[in-house]
Structure formats: C-alpha cells, structure tokens
C-alpha cells in the first residue's frame, strides 16, 4: 500500500487515508486560450512507466493538497512536497536522481 | 426556543472499554493565520488555554483547543458557552482575516474510558496506537472505519473521539463493536 508524507501535518498516511488528485503541475489554461493548449490542458496526461509528479488530498487527515513524486511501476516514493510551487523543488529533483540516474518527465530530467 | 439535544442522549456501552456519547459539547471551528500574532493571542484568550503545537491538544478543566490543521483549530467550551465565545473572537478579530463558527450542533463527541482503548481505536483507524508513539496530548484526523473523525487521548485510559453528528449512529455502533467484551485482541499488552 502506498504511504505519503503529508507536508503539511506532518502524518505518514496510508492510502484510505488519501485522495488522488491527478498528474501535478498542469498549466491551467482559460478562455482566452489557444484551442490546441486548452485540448492538451484538459485531454494530454503524461502515462509514464516510472517517474511520475502527482497532486494528492490528505482528505481523512488535515485536508490539505499536496505534490507527491513516486515511481509508477515499483511504487517508491522519492518525497512529498508544498502545493504552493509551480515545479518541484531541487532536494526532490536530486532525490530521483540518485535513485534514477537518466530519468526524464515532461521537461524535468 | 427548543431545547437543544445531544445525538444520542448520552448512550452509552460497556464492554472492556467503556463508549459514551458525550452529550452537549460546545466547539467552535476557528481558521485562519497561526503566524499572526493577533491572530493566536484571540483563539488563547476566548479558549483559556495556550495554541497547542502541531497535533497536539490542549485542555485546562472543559476549556480547551485542539489542532486541526496549518490554519485550523477547534475550540471547546460548556455547550451554553459557545455562542459567547464566538462573539468574543468576532470582535478581537475584527479586520483580521479569519473564520469562526460554532459547530456544537453539528458535531457528536464520545468518550472512550479504559486501559484498551488503544486497542478499540487501532481496530478502526490507520494509526499507530503503541503507546510511545500516540501519547496522551496528541491529537489526530483520521477515519474510523468509513467515516471522518478526530481524536485524542486525555490520559492513558481516556479518548475522546469527534465526529460529523449525522454518522453518530454509525460511530457509536462501531466503537461499540470494537469494544465488545472477547473482542481484545491484546495487541498493546493490556
């Protein structure tokens, strides 16, 4: 079972305990919008085998949303973050690094 | 007015822990910026008691605050003293960015009494109960079973547990389950 560290509170919660909120750091485009960035906004996820960057809910716990970076296929968690970011930070960057030399997501490598 | 009334009217069960449904218990939900002096020198004064550290709750007699969240905390008080408390931090708050509400009537408090209570709890939620690790003065938001509560530990032999008032039914079934007498599993040495 997965088990994040929630940033906020502080509590190393288990799944039941979470909601998934999906593929983080979506750049929110609005009306004004060209249709071809709105399209990928609402339709283009990233599907990766591996490294991955997602937004999670301590629902159960102190409500709060939070990023999440983790591994698709073993389901190591490499750390939990702030959600008041655009990216994530560098200590998150470098703890997948040492465990996933070459790794890549989006522009993020 | 109608007189107000508890969910359960104080039912309670005796099994090798002891649940009640507390009755009438006054809680105001209070958020805002725990960085701001104004801010946490309002909630102290109307609760009585200091702004408790991450997960912790604080109580001195039927006065107390427990910590919710970052920008959370509950305050408790004798039901008939709720509303006052409020009015007290509307006005030390006023022009200060906060919220505050009383939610006595929407929220059920139980009390657990007994040395296996440890064991009722971790029977229903995902939390570690050995007592070096949850020790009485912390506080957690968690679920119990399929529903959403707080609770915390006032001494080794007594929880008090906080949940939605419309799932107090459920919430006393199920800690009334857990509690039957046989059910010990002995996990916690008691």
């Known amino acids: ?109 | 007015m109608s007189e107000p009334i508890s969910a359960l009217r104080r039912a309670r069960y005796e099994g090798f822990v002891t649940v009640e449904e507390a009755g009438l218990q006054g809680m105001v939900q209070i958020r805002g910026d725990f960085d701001s002096d104004i801010f946490t020198r309002a909630v102290s004064d109307a609760a009585g008691v200091p702004m408790p550290g991450q997960r912790k709750a604080l109580w001195e007699g039927r006065q107390g605050l427990l910590w919710m969240s970052p920008d959370e905390v509950m305050l408790l008080c004798p039901y008939p003293e709720a509303d006052r408390a409020l009015a007290r931090l509307d006005s030390a708050l006023a022009g200060t960015h906060h919220l505050a509400l009383n939610v006595s009537d929407a929220r059920t408090l139980f009390t657990l009494e007994g040395t296996g209570l440890r064991e009722v709890l971790a029977k229903l939620a995902p939390v570690d109960m050995s007592p070096d690790v949850f020790r009485p003065g912390m506080l957690r938001r968690t679920r119990l079973a399929q529903v959403a509560a707080a609770f915390w530990l006032r001494s080794d032999t007594r929880a008090e547990v906080i949940c939605f008032r419309s799932v107090a039914p459920y919430m006393m079934d199920l800690l009334s389950t857990a509690a039957a007498t046989g059910s010990e599993v002995g996990l916690h040495g008691d």
């Open chain 1, 1 to 109: 079972m997965l088990t994040l560290k929630c940033p906020y509170c502080g509590i190393t919660a288990e799944e039941t305990e979470l909601h998934a909120g999906g593929e983080a750091h979506l750049t929110r485009y609005g009306p004004d919008s060209s249709d071809d960035n709105f399209e990928t906004y609402l339709f283009t996820r990233e599907n990766p085998k591996g490294v991955h960057f997602e937004r999670w809910r301590h629902s159960h716990g102190c409500g709060k949303w939070f990023h999440a970076a983790r591994c698709t296929l073993t389901m190591e968690v490499f750390g939990t973050y702030s959600a008041q970011t655009t990216k994530p930070p560098q200590t998150i960057l470098d703890a997948i690094t040492a465990k996933r030399p070459g790794w890549s997501w989006r522009d993020l490598s």
